[in-house]
């Protein structure tokens, strides 16, 4: 089966460590909430839910980095992440988020279908 490509949302909606575009995706047999972010220039997207504990990470909708807009947090217990990695960076993590395949072209940005989803083992 090739991999679809859907349109998220417009280039200028994702700003450097600004707020996220939620979208849903199929993981595990199950619908999930899935976002997506810019960082450093570029666009990245990670299943919400945090490895120390299957919840959401985000603190208010969409809301995802620190104040310093150099890490994702997760709300509930403080799990650091790698915004262009997604790979734990400190607090209480259990390998890193599962990363999914996103394409940025003609101001649009794209994401390739769930099944494409790849946690990632930092």
Known sequence: ???A???LCNSADLQNGGKAV???VNFAGQTCTAFAIRYQ???H???NRCTHVAMELDWQ???FFDDTGQWLL???HGAAYKPDTGECGGGPCRGGLVKIS???SDGVVHWQTAYNLKPLDF
Do not use: H, K, N, R
Request: charged residues 10%; hydrophobic residues 40%; negative net charge.
């Open 41 to 43: 220039g570029a666009v």
């Open 74 to 76: 997760c709300s509930t």
């Open 61 to 63: 909708p969409g809301q």
């Open 102 to 104: 996103l394409l940025e």
């Open 22 to 24: 939620p979208f849903d």
């Open 5 to 7: 490509v859907i349109p």
């Open 1 to 3: 089966m090739s991999d």
């Open 45 to 47: 997207a990670y299943l």
